[in-house]
């Protein structure tokens, strides 16, 4: 693996995740390969962040100087990265990208980024569905199983 591509969030299989695709990047013979550390928000919750600032300036009559949504993401996942690292006794090099993504069109966007970001291995986590919801619903996991030119490495959440 040359660069590894991560869809991170804040649970413990996305933590479990990061640790794998930390312990592939960091070979034990000196050859270390980077990661992208890939996170994301859906447009509704850009608005409900905003929306919520605003609520608080009208409240208080302040204005507040919050971080844009997607600099709140990157912060999260250096941070989450950080810690991840530090509890394995470990350092490899990442990269943090963070979008706005419509939930329908998540699996593309992983793809298009990774792809974007020269990657050959992308891990991400799955929803357990049966048969017919995948059929249904799609599945973000299915889609780039099926779609990206490169491994792809899964825990069920």
């Not at 070979?27 to 996170?39: I, M």
Request: glycine share 6%.
């Amino acid at each position: 693996m040359q660069r590894g591509f991560v869809v991170v969030d804040d649970t413990e299989t996305h933590r479990t995740l990061l640790e794998e695709a930390v312990r592939f990047a960091s070979n034990d013979d000196g050859d270390s390969a980077e990661l992208v550390l890939f996170s994301w928000l859906t447009p509704e919750r850009v608005d409900e962040n905003f929306d919520a600032i605003a609520s608080i300036e009208q409240m208080e009559h302040t204005s507040y100087d919050a971080p844009s949504p997607l600099d709140s993401v990157r912060q999260f996942v250096r941070q989450f990265a950080e810690e991840t690292l530090a509890d394995l006794g470990k350092s490899v090099d990442y990269e943090i990208v963070a979008a706005v993504v419509d939930e329908d069109e998540l699996g593309t966007k992983i793809i298009e980024t990774a792809e974007s970001h020269a990657c050959d291995h992308v891990f991400l986590t799955g929803q357990k569905r049966s048969p017919t919801g995948k059929v249904l619903f799609g599945d973000v996991a299915q889609q780039v199983i099926l779609n990206f030119d490169g491994l792809v490495t899964t825990a069920m959440d």
